[in-house]
């Protein structure tokens, strides 16, 4: 059976103490908007999807979805079309597809060691990827104006009458002010600033932990399609999760959730560039990883040649993977006994450290999580690999649209 | 101005992969049936309101208001009346009440030296209590049956025209199996058998974690009213908190989230229950406080007579205090880092410890906690006190009743 499709929207950009939007008295408009949605929403999360199939999946009767699929192909965000070597007597059902192609997102991301940027199609589809290197130093708000440029280059490539909804960016780096403070680097006002600057005169962009957002993109697209409680860890110089909760992503009170790098795990242990001691990431980052292999932190690809040395059986290789998987699977037990999830996504460099070492982070779960909640957890290696979080900024960027089809969009 | 009205329902009983309720098209019955319960919800969690105010604070037209009030009226669920003392020319706008009277819900406490039965009408007044104590060694299940006894006891002392919504049991403990498995009281089969039986023919009874319940109970009435993202610590021989996620309780994947004091925080702490090391428990639970003081486990009052004498500045008692805050602070901060949650309640033994040892918890926090989460985050003590639970259990009772407030209920 198919996953219901679920709102997964982040909360980042509303006040959160507002209720969620009620509706005692919904209106006309209102459900025909939510109707709307949830038409286009299904097929932009499961692909084409014939009338028939989508009357039977949303609860709607037949007029219904065939007046609504006619609304958004008038509105450019779909086609509907006769499938293709049906056999069976009587008029087919249409089929109803998301304009891929006509309608796109900017989907942004600052990584630990590259900027990324892609135009991706109602859908999914990646219709347009770019890059460029991120040199060491460079903060998330000096990164704007080269995304900028990528942004450009990819708008010029892109067909004139396409309807462009808007962009997100996932930023993976906390930034230390001079005054000491950590910031996120999406929360940041100055970095936020610049994006509004960089992005002017269109639907606008927003931003949020990429960490959060690579959980929304295994949440809706990847091996976590269909679970609505989990938690994604994505690891590279630092380690963070994204946490979904209903099948929604819980940002957090201020945004800042799933700062699980910084969980002390070790009272008595390393430094912590937080300012503390003994952080869970000091003890699973990549620095960590290369300290036990009596590798140089900095070094560009030393992480990959790390787990392709332990993979081949390389004695020193092998012991610095079982260190950082022990302590995984300590956090992840610690992360299991407060959450409760159905998953645990390994993002990042963390997926292959998982890969490498499961056995011994299934033990350690196995040894301090109770067994109330380790029985039922599935550990699971993230699949949409180093493109997760550019999926996920699309899926932010395009809820505006999803939540209202016919007032949303913008030419671009 | 006012807390906006907020469904903040266990999903304990429901299947977790289900989706949420959606409703692309609702009915007008359902419409009809989602206002009266707006209504009812309204009047249950804030008291007596004009309907001038109902109007005003649900988005509602007057009119609506008024035939809404007058179906809860007449079915028994709330009191109309004109205001005393209105001085304001015209005609002055009926004030809606909940039955407190009329309409109740059992409101039961698996506590870890007492059971406690509570008679709790709608309005969450306490309209009896009775308690006996829970001996050394009873199981979860073990109680059903003195509860049910109090039960019995209160009903006959009940109105016979009362209408008896329903039941819950807040159970504080983890029992461990035969086989070594640690299950939790609440959600243990042979329990809910237990309790199924004991009650049979009514509309039924609902169990859950007490650490869940308590926090239902400080989110609703008590000190985080209207605060959506929290999170409840409650302390007595064992350690769990109840989290409240945008509103709603996160009760886990399966129901056992919040299980905080198996959060390992010294991998080379002591030995717990559970059958790991270290356990935040280990450093927070009532024994960690009694070893510091030097006093026997299982003393009856122990832990009152140690924060007493720290209060009166008995420096063993005071020494001993200070150790357990120094923890307390320290898993804080690591919770705050993971959830950043807008409030943080102290509950059960933890209340006092957090009153005598305030400064060392903030301080703690502050050296830990990254300072994006920190900044914002406030820490309480719990207004509820030992009620909490039972306040709880009655909300989480009544919860079938505000859903639907003209089918949901049974003569008791």
Not at 302 to 310: D, F, I, K, P, Y
Not at 343 to 364: C, K, M, P, Q, S
Request: proline share 5%.
């Amino acid at each position: 059976m198919a996953t219901p499709v679920r709102s997964a929207t982040s909360r980042a950009g509303r006040d959160p103490d507002l209720p969620l939007p009620q509706a005692p008295g919904a209106s006309r408009e209102e459900t025909r908007r939510q109707n709307l949605g949830a038409v286009l929403r299904y097929v932009h999360v499961h692909g084409p999807t014939s009338r028939a199939e989508l009357t039977s999946r949303l609860g709607l009767n037949r007029s219904t979805i065939g007046a609504l699929a006619a609304d958004l192909a008038a509105a450019g965000l779909v086609t509907e079309e006769a499938p293709t070597g049906t056999r069976r007597a009587g008029r087919p059902s249409l089929v109803v597809s998301p304009r891929s192609g006509g309608v796109y997102a900017h989907a942004l991301s600052i990584e630990a060691y590259r900027l990324r940027a892609a135009r991706i199609g109602l859908g999914g589809r990646i219709l347009d990827l770019r890059e460029a290197c991120r040199p060491c130093g460079m903060s998330a708000t000096d990164a704007v104006a080269p995304l900028g440029g990528l942004v450009r280059d990819m708008r010029r490539a892109a067909r004139a009458d396409a309807l462009f909804v808007g962009g997100a960016v996932a930023v993976a780096d906390t930034t230390r002010e001079p005054d000491g403070k950590i910031r996120v680097g999406g929360a940041d006002p100055v970095f936020r600033a610049a994006l509004a600057t960089e992005f002017a005169g269109g639907p606008g962009f927003v931003a949020g932990d990429l960490a959060d957002i690579a959980a929304l993109a295994e949440h809706v697209r990847g091996v976590a399609a269909g679970v609505n409680d989990l938690i994604y860890l994505h690891g590279d110089l630092g380690v963070s999760a994204g946490i979904i909760i209903g099948g929604r992503l819980f940002a957090g009170h201020r945004g800042h959730s799933g700062k699980v790098g910084h969980m002390v795990v070790r009272p008595d242990g390393l430094p912590c560039g937080c300012g503390s001691r003994g952080c869970w990431e000091t003890e699973i980052g990549e620095a960590a990883l290369l300290r036990h292999a009596g590798r140089e932190p900095g070094e560009p690809g030393a992480v990959e040649e790390v787990l392709r040395a332990a993979a081949r059986g390389d004695r020193r290789a092998v012991a610095a993977v079982e260190q950082v998987a022990g302590w995984l699977g300590f956090g992840v037990a610690n992360l299991v006994n407060v959450i409760d999830p159905a998953t645990v996504v390994f993002g990042g460099a963390l997926r292959e450290v998982y890969a490498a070492g499961a056995d011994i982070v299934h033990r350690r779960l196995h040894e301090l999580a109770l067994p109330t909640s380790r029985e039922h957890v599935r550990l699971r290696a993230a699949a949409l690999g180093r493109d997760a979080a550019l999926i996920g900024a699309a899926e932010l960027a395009f809820d505006r649209l999803l939540a209202d089809p016919l007032n949303a969009g913008a030419a671009g």
